[in-house]
């Protein structure tokens, strides 16, 4: 579904469902959901997110995005509490199984790939040590700020590209066992939150063409950093999965 971008006292006076979202970046949260509000048909309008705006800050309770509110409830920030608000606007198409096993997969599913300590959040700390480490990633400034926001610990660098590349092989492998059923989706043969995860993910290793996502060109050269180890986990199969869920699904060129 098109959206409107609207200024912050339009957005706060404004009822129905508003999203604060980041400018020029495809950032993977807010992607997932703008993904998620067009598989259900929802009608909705965007708001960018601006760190110097108080206004915006104290309706959305903070400085983050994405963040959606509905009419007067209270402002959702997580992954889940977005995607729970759709399934509850728009229970058509369903987006989590009902059936408790499929359901409990795609919950675990989804929790690896957007969680703290999942692949988007790991893959994010890793391209912030980059950036300190001045081998590529975020610039020193964009790292700094991040690092201090997600939890970067000096400490615990030596774990992050591991843990990137275990989950990378979890879901190439889970995909090549669904592709070898016959499927190319991660849970039976439909569409489920866990494909847009996974798809809007992929931006933090490699973002789609400039023709189908215009951003801005240093933070695409910061997503493009692979060290060798963790451009070897990065089996085409995830790319490839991306690729058709933009096609088949969600809407091109990305609107940022």
Known sequence: MPFQYL?????????????????NIPSPWGEAAKGIFHVKGLE??????????????????????????????????GYMEILMLAERLAPQPALLPLEPRARGRAVELARDLCDQHGLGWMRRL???????????????????????????????????????????????????AQRAAGSDYYLGTALTAVDIYSAAIMALFRPLPDAQCRMDPAIRAAFETLDAETAAALDPILLEHRDRIYSRHLELPLAL
């Open 7 to 23: 200024s912050t006292a339009d957005a706060i006076a404004r009822r129905g469902l508003r999203m604060v979202v980041i400018g």
């Open 44 to 77: 909705w309008s965007a708001v960018r997110l601006a760190y110097d705006d108080e206004n915006l800050a104290r309706w959305a309770g903070q400085r983050s995005a994405p963040v959606v509110v509905l009419d007067d409830e209270p402002p959702r920030s």
């Open 126 to 176: 890793q391209l912030v040590n980059a950036g300190l480490q001045k081998s590529g990633g975020f610039s020193e400034r964009v790292a700094g700020y991040l690092g201090k926001k997600y939890g970067f610990s000096a400490a615990d660098v030596e774990s992050y590209g591991p843990r990137v590349r275990e989950l990378l092989g979890r879901f190439a492998a889970a995909l090549h």
